[in-house]
């Protein structure tokens, strides 16, 4: 039987662990998708869009550019 602050503890340990798996699994996404070189201007923009946290499907392509730039400047 756990005390509340064994589960906490518990807890904590696993959400880190799965918050440490999902890191490496992001950074290995961008170190491929890095090495692409035959990706088109419109593939890099949605990524450098997504990796801002700007959804890339709810505006066109010449809004969308305008966003990354500003959200690049406010940084």
Do not use: N, W
Not at 13 to 30: P, Q, T
Not at 49 to 71: F, H, N
């Amino acid at each position: 039987m756990y005390s509340r602050k064994q589960f906490l503890i518990g807890a904590a340990k696993h959400c880190l662990d799965f918050v440490g798996e999902c890191i490496s699994i992001s950074s290995f996404i961008e170190e491929k998708h890095s090495k692409v070189s035959d990706c088109s201007d419109q593939e890099l923009l949605f990524f450098e869009a997504m990796r801002l946290g700007i959804d890339p499907g709810t505006m066109d392509m010449r809004q969308l550019s305008c966003e990354v730039k500003l959200a690049k400047q406010q940084k």
